[in-house]
Each structure stands twice: as C-alpha cells, then as structure tokens.
T-cell receptor
Framework: AQSVTQLGSHVSVSEGALVLLRCNYS??????LFWYVQYPNQGLQLLLK??????LVKGINGFEAEFKKSETSFHLTKPSAHMSDAAEYFC?????????????FGQGTILTVHP | NAGVTQTPKFQVLKTGQSMTLQCAQD?????MYWYRQDPGMGLRLIYY???????DKGEVPNGYNVSRLNKREFSLRLESAAPSQTSVYFC??????????????FGSGTRLTVV
C-alpha cells in the first residue's frame, strides 16, 4: 500500500526566506509523486510532478522538488518566499500500474509567510 | 474553459436528507474520483471510476453512492445525510490511458454542512 507523510502541519517563514516543505512516501513500486497547492476556499492546483524522467523537478511559481529514492523523499522548496505563497500544500503519491491513477494524499502543510 | 465543474458550491442539509453532488469534466478523461477534505486529514478517496461503466470503493465509501452516468459525468449521492458527512467534497479527473500518470484536475469543491 502506498502512503505519504508530510512532516509539519504548519510552517512559518519570513518573506524572502527559503521555503522547505517535507514529504516522505511509501510505495511498493516506483512511484509517481505530486505536489498540489490549495489557496483559501479554492480547489487544488498542480504545482509539479515526478514521473521518473528527472529527479529534480521544476514547477510553477518558482517551486521545485527533488526525488530521492534512497531517502524515500520528495521535499518541496522555493529559494525566496512571497506573501502570495501562503496556502496549504499537499504531497501525493500514485503507482499507476496497480491503482488506476488513484492518488494518496498527505495530511497537508499550511504555509504562512510573514512580512 | 476546459476543466472540472462541480455543483452546487455550497449546501446545508438536515440530518436524514438526501442529495446528489454533480461533477462533469470536458477533457475526455477516462478516470474520475470523489474525495472529501477534512481539517488535518488531507484528502480521502470516497469512490472512483477508472472508466465509463465502472465504479469502485475508495478509503471512506460508507454512506455514499456514485454513478458514472457517461464519460463526462460522475455524481456522488448521500442517501441519508449525517453530521459526520460535513466536509468539503472534491471531484477530480485524470487521463490514465497511457503509461504516465499526469495527476488530477480538480473541481472547485462543494462545501457541505449537515445539521
């Protein structure tokens, strides 16, 4: 069975500081990994995805994530936080072969950005 | 605009009432999903439909039924609403016909309150 653990339900950073949101996964087969962002009262929007092509994945709004198989991690980073980055972020995992594309989501991390 | 459309956006039900949440996608995706989102619990899969004519239970199916009316539409029904079903419901779709999982496109959600 696949699972995702997001370390830290709340992360707070200052504007201009590094953003690091942690995600560890468990999967019995090579996984597909995703980060989604949810702004208040909205649906989820895809930030980036890992589909085995490259271990460093760049997404929208300056975010990137690195797939580390040895650490079973897929942490999300951004060099310099903006106020507009304040949102909830979800990591998700899927193994297409067995799951009809079903995604398993982590519990979410709320990012707060201080001026 | 291409995407996933959910109706209604908001709903208040009394305990024991029934209702159907509607979802339609216009991206010709074969797979569709219903999730519920509760604080601190991420998104949990209720039901999914890998293709037109098929539906399967997810992690939390009790109290719900679904219908995949055609390739575009996937509805979620609450036969007898309970306060525990107060949540935000998201519909999503995905193209799972190829070898790569590109992730979901989400609707904007339905905020349901059962009193």
């Amino acid at each position: 069975a696949q699972s995702v653990t997001q370390l830290g339900s709340h992360v707070s950073v200052s504007e201009g500081a590094l953003v690091l949101l942690r995600c560890n996964y468990s999967s019995s087969v090579p996984p597909y990994l995703f980060w989604y962002v949810q702004y208040p009262n909205q649906g989820l929007q895809l930030l980036l995805k890992y589909t085995s092509a490259a271990t460093l994945v760049k997404g929208i709004n300056g975010f990137e994530a690195e797939f580390k198989k040895s650490e079973t991690s897929f942490h999300l980073t951004k060099p310099s936080a903006h106020m507009s980055d304040a949102a909830e972020y979800f990591c998700a995992v899927s193994d297409l072969a067995a799951s009809y594309g079903k995604l398993t989501f982590g519990q979410g991390t709320i990012l707060t950005v201080h001026p | 605009n291409a995407g996933v459309t959910q109706t209604p956006k908001f709903q208040v039900l009394k305990t024991g009432q029934s209702m159907t949440l509607q979802c339609a996608q216009d991206m010709n995706h074969n797979s569709m999903y219903w999730y519920r989102q509760d604080p601190g619990m991420g998104l949990r899969l209720i039901y999914y439909s890998a293709s037109e004519g098929t539906t399967d239970k997810g992690e939390v199916p009790n109290g719900y039924n679904v219908s995949r009316l055609n390739k575009r539409e996937f509805s979620l029904r609450l036969e007898s609403a309970a306060p525990s079903q107060t949540s935000v419901y998201f519909c999503a779709s995905s193209d799972t016909t190829g070898p790569i999982n590109y992730g979901y496109t989400f609707g904007s959600g339905t905020r349901l309150t059962v009193v």
